[in-house]
């Protein structure tokens, strides 16, 4: 690797190792999802977020909570719902009687943000107040309680989850504060043989036991790791020049004009390359190519791309504006 030493390259070889020995653990307890379990892998050492869209029963917070062990990380899981008060998340003072002075005093009770994994549970079914308290502590890595600040725990990785079928009762998140989450990942139905594995598995005595891979120590090293990743100039353009395509103001595509009201901002283009850095390292190579950032460019851009009523006339997806983008890149 270029302009790195030789613990850099070892640690290289390790995370493709360990890659491998991810996918093989998680596949004790989950079946097949190997492009989810990709993406939030990829997410968690590049310091990002991810959103993921789903419909019940597809062992969401399974995987998160095995992903978790697997990595030797704190996992907290939050159930959204319409009454939940900021301070539910992110925790409160109380005032209580001091053992040593007798005086009454303030103690700050952490709330279940304070861990590695955070998995908030149907996002969109709590108000503003709380869902902007969650993407406060996801942008700022702390939580303000009374006059104190308080550190979040790292690595720390959030994973909110939005249910695509009942929308009657949710508060969907803006644009602005949707552009937080690096990824946004669908997952859908598995396969006929998938499921009929699914089935055999959970209808039996079979528990799956699952061998950590690595801890957190480990996590935060390979996240500086990626950050060191060099990266050509012509892959850089190649990132920005996607994002750029998708504002009408800033493309010579007529579809674009025509079926996209805005476009992603400038995080996108970071998150491209977070993205394929990340990614080249997985698959043990040095460097990052056109195909690594081809193959996050729906899960970063799909959910930055506001579409146009013509669009929605016309049955034309924000992932379908992707597939045509890099078709004439």
């Known amino acids: 690797m270029a302009k790195t030493d030789n613990n850099d390259i070892k640690a290289a070889e390790q995370l493709k190792e360990g890659f491998g020995r991810i996918k093989s653990e998680i596949g004790k307890v989950i079946v097949g999802q190997d492009d989810v379990i990709e993406k939030l892998l990829i ?135 949707l552009d937080r989450f690096m990824f946004n990942i669908y997952i859908t139905y598995p396969s006929q043989e998938e499921e009929s594995e699914i089935v055999k598995k959970t209808t039996s005595s079979y528990v799956g036991e699952t061998e950590k891979v690595l801890g957190a120590e480990e996590i935060l090293s390979l996240q500086q790791l990626v950050r060191k990743v060099p990266v050509s100039d012509k892959v850089v353009d190649y990132a920005v020049g996607i994002a750029r395509a998708t504002r009408p103001d800033n493309t010579s595509h007529d579809y674009i004009k025509q079926w996209v009201t805005w476009g992603a901002g400038p995080r996108a283009s970071q998150y491209l390359i977070l993205g394929a850095k990340t990614r080249c390292l997985l698959y043990g190579r040095h460097t990052p190519s056109i195909e690594d950032v081809n193959e996050v460019a729906e899960s970063v851009l799909r959910h930055r791309i506001v579409t146009s009523f013509n669009a929605e006339a016309e049955g034309i997806t924000a992932t379908d504006i992707i597939s045509k983008i890099i078709e004439n890149s």
């Open 43 to 177: 997410a968690i050492l590049a310091r990002g977020h991810c959103l993921l869209i789903g419909v019940p029963g597809l062992a969401k917070t399974l995987l998160i909570s095995t992903l978790a062990e697997i990595l030797e990380l704190k996992f907290s899981r939050i159930q959204f719902t319409p009454d939940l008060m900021p301070s539910d998340i992110t925790g409160t003072d109380i005032l209580e009687k001091s053992a040593s002075t007798g005086e009454r005093e303030f103690r700050f009770i952490r709330g279940p943000i304070f861990a590695n994994i955070v998995l908030a549970d149907e996002i969109n079914r709590t108000p503003p107040k709380t869902q902007a308290a969650l993407l406060q502590a996801m942008q700022e890595y702390n939580v303000t309680a009374g006059n104190r600040t308080y550190d979040l725990e790292k690595p720390f990785f959030v994973l909110a989850t939005q249910n695509p079928i009942e929308l009657e009762g949710t508060y969907p998140l803006p644009e602005a504060q």
